[in-house]
């Protein structure tokens, strides 16, 4: 009986870890897309705001190449039209946002998750504790 309610036990603990951690991981990863998406703003209203029907301004694409072997990395840079670097930008940043609302359900799911292990942690506790003789509950 001890044995099967201290493995109960265990797997609440090791769930309330693991939310714990999946919840730190998650927010890191909603923090950086969030930086992610104040970088493409500027980006995409400097590209906005060149003028269509001036003169033809050359805008470069940054490409960053990996080379074989990890010997290093190599920067190139293509010359894009307004409107391709816009779209891109554009896509760029729904694709961000999208993933921002799967991160931001998936940090319920997981605080929720947590919550519920954290609460079958306190309920076992008080169950113990009210359990033993001698014992005061606050």
């Known amino acids: 009986m001890f044995a099967a309610r201290n493995r109960i036990l265990q797997q609440i603990q090791t769930t309330a870890q693991q939310s714990s951690k999946a919840l730190a991981v998650n927010k890191a990863q909603i923090s950086q897309k969030e930086r992610y998406r104040r970088m493409l703003q500027p980006n995409i209203g400097e590209i906005v705001s060149i003028s269509k029907g001036s003169k033809e301004v050359k805008i470069y694409k940054v490409l960053l190449l990996f080379l074989a072997f990890d010997i290093g990395r190599l920067l190139s ?47 076992i506790a008080s169950l113990h504790f009210s359990v033993l003789p001698g014992v005061i509950n606050h």
């Open 77 to 123: 840079f293509m010359e894009v039209s307004r409107t391709i670097m816009e779209k891109d930008l554009r896509t760029q940043e729904k694709e961000t946002n999208e993933d921002l609302t799967n991160l931001g359900k998936k940090n319920k799911y997981v605080e929720k998750q947590l919550a519920e292990a954290q609460a079958q942690l306190k309920d």
